[in-house]
């Protein structure tokens, strides 16, 4: 998995809330196994018409957002199935960051799998970023995120930052405490009625 | 403790644990689908690269494999999976497999009931969101993602941050026109689509005493649409009877103490309780049936792990009983079992006699893939549990969720139709 340490661009606004994995990626898509190339199909039925050119007003076929690699959405971000491909085609498209208020449960968890960085962050401060123009810096390490105008400070589980920082995802963190986890085992007591 | 809790603690060898507590857990069983399934062999490809053994799983007797989404294949792609899904069971042991087409096969979230795969007092996870449908069985059961399957096949194990728990006291009984349908749905709408987010959603109180299994699945099934983690009712005996009936022993059952933790506790009146629909694009955009929108529905859909038990076919069957639809109707028992029984039973005659059509098990229209996707502009009343937008086809149709009467009432009517209100 790619580390993630720092970034800066101009942010995309998707002023959306609940926008759920159907939305990300509609499920004609869920058979396709392979990691890359999910991006062609992120946010597709809002990016495309029926006769599959791209729709206009729809932000993402903006031209300025063309290198932004920072989403910044609404409320309960990720809702729905827990299809790892949403956040795959996140990342195949280019974005690296998410930040909303909120998140689902799953799709949170699976972004630190797949190298990307979710961000959660009081409602005022994420309506606030959505009007940003220029390029803001998100800096993991420091837990920061750096506008024109201020400097917003973000948290985060420092087991999953080290994961990003480090590009570890779970099961190779983990084996590399294989024995220290089989010492442990051995002492545990399980109780056996509770 | 909550019985959430003391599952969590037994799981991870703790005597205590308090909700915000991480704890590594061991797992009981794990499943995954033909969606989850693939995703997960993709892992195991790029974990092999990376020089991890992936030689063996960590116990391929607490495994079990449903092929749910795409089945009866309806491409190429989808027909390469299963195989794909077979050879990955094949190569590393794992013996349940169901298959479409060679006996009890059908949704997953139905086979874990059907079958008795999971036991109360399990830790059960599986590469499905809907996976918190078990923790009507008085288990802890919730979905991963493919990474986190994958890890679980590994090492049976897996970390959580132990949920805090809201608690919904049902008083007294539904009335017979109420489903446990309603009653989530009624629930959703109050706290909303995240009101219950990495948060235990637990039902109890003498509503949920009264309420068959199945009802108890239908409630958690739903607590996804709330953002929960997971969804548990208190293992009693009807759960021990209901799982001896399908050839489970050694049943334990593991309760909350009497001085358990609630975050928040929700009343609610049986008697009170109305049939409810959710209108598009959300599960939380509730409405009372008798105050729905007037819409002419081109579809009444009855299926999926929400809406396609046995007793929700029964209700639907009470409905179209000697009365013909008026709209497509399409009718999909969740498993094999499920369809077997409503074919003993005469319910599949009385659903063809009404004029509806009746297909296999397969999780698809509720996931828009195949089977009866809607068109652009159609309407469908749906005992499913999903209504964003394009969820059950084209981006620009639209799906009212509602309980097996409603749907089956609605069939008959055109109309979004409270089951009272035939005549």
């Known amino acids: 998995m790619q580390s993630f340490k720092k970034i800066k661009t101009i942010i995309t606004p998707l002023d959306k809330v609940n926008v759920d994995t159907d939305q990300i990626v509609p499920k004609q898509f869920l058979k396709l196994v392979q990691k890359s190339g999910f991006g062609k199909f992120l946010f597709y039925n809002w990016r495309y018409d029926d006769q599959e050119h791209l729709k206009s007003d729809f932000i993402l076929n903006d031209p300025t957002y063309k290198n932004s690699k920072i ?35 799953i799709f949170y968890s699976n972004c630190f799998k797949n190298g990307i960085l979710p961000i959660m962050l009081d409602d005022k401060i994420v309506e606030k970023l959505q009007q940003e123009t220029g390029e803001i810096e998100v800096d993991l390490e420091n837990q920061i995120i750096k506008t024109i105008s201020e400097k917003i400070s973000f948290d985060i589980d420092s087991h999953k930052k080290k994961i990003l920082l480090e590009g570890l995802d779970d099961i190779s963190q983990t084996l590399l405490y294989e024995k220290e986890i089989s010492e442990f085992e051995k002492h545990s007591k399980i109780p056996s009625v509770l | ?65 449903a092929e749910d989404h795409f089945v009866p294949s309806p491409d190429k792609v989808s027909a390469e999976n299963i195989v794909k899904l077979s050879n990955f069971t094949k190569n590393y042991g794992i013996e349940k497999h169901f298959k479409y087409g060679m006996g009890q096969y059908g949704i997953c979230h139905t086979l874990s009931h059907e079958e008795a795969l999971v036991l109360p007092g399990d830790v059960y996870v599986g590469g499905d969101s809907h996976t918190n449908t078990t923790g009507a069985l008085g288990s802890f059961a919730c979905g991963l993602g493919h990474t986190d399957v994958a890890y679980v096949l590994l090492n049976g194990k897996i970390w959580f941050k132990v949920p805090e728990t809201l608690y919904f006291k049902l008083n007294g009984k539904l009335p017979e026109h109420v489903m446990a349908k ?29 309420m068959s299994v199945e009802s108890r699945l239908t409630l958690c099934n739903m607590t996804t649409e709330a953002g929960a983690k997971n969804g548990i009712v208190e293992p009693d005996q009807k759960v021990i009877d209901y799982l001896t009936s399908r050839g489970a022993t050694n049943i334990s059952l593991v309760v909350g103490d009497d001085d358990a933790e609630y975050e928040k506790i929700y009343e609610y009146e049986g008697s009170e309780m109305e049939p409810i629909v959710a209108k598009p694009f959300s599960p ?46 399409e009718i999909l028992p969740a498993s094999i079992s499920i369809y077997k029984r409503a074919m003993e039973n005469g319910l599949l005659k009385i659903f063809l006699d009404a004029g509806a059509t009746v297909g296999p098990p397969t999780c698809g229209a509720c996931c828009g893939a195949h089977m009866g996707v809607l068109a652009k502009d159609e309407i469908c009343i749906s005992t499913t549990n999903r209504n964003f937008p394009g969820r059950m086809g084209h981006v620009d149709s639209q799906t009212y969720l509602s309980s097996p009467l409603v749907a089956a009432a609605s069939a008959v009517t055109g109309k979004i139709t409270d089951p009272r209100d035939l005549n």
């Open chain 2, 284 to 329: 939380e955009n509730i409405s009372i049936v008798r105050e729905a929108p007037s819409v002419e529905l081109d579809k009444s859909y009855i299926g999926s792990c929400t809406g396609a038990k046995y007793e929700d076919l029964q209700a639907a069957a009470k409905i179209l009983k000697g009365r013909k639809v008026k709209i497509r109707t």
């Open chain 2, 182 to 210: 309603d009653f989530i749905l009624k629930i959703i709408g109050d706290i909303s689509t995240e009101g219950g987010a990495y948060k235990t959603m637990q039902f109890g109180g003498s509503g949920i005493n009264e």
């Open chain 2, 1 to 65: 403790m909550n019985i959430t809790e003391k599952i969590l603690a037994r799981a991870s060898g703790r005597p205590r644990v308090t909700p915000g507590d991480v704890i590594f857990a061991n797992v009981d069983k794990v499943m995954m689908h033909d969606v989850s399934g693939p995703g997960v062999i993709k892992v195991f490809d790029k974990l092999k690269k990376q020089g991890v053994n992936v030689d063996k799983l960590w116990d391929p007797t607490k495994v079990w494999v």
């Open chain 1, 71 to 105: 989403l910044v959405a609404g409320d309960n971000f990720g809702c729905g199935s827990s299809r790892e491909h949403a956040v795959w085609a996140l990342q195949d498209y280019g974005f690296s960051v998410i930040i909303a208020p909120s998140f689902a449960d």
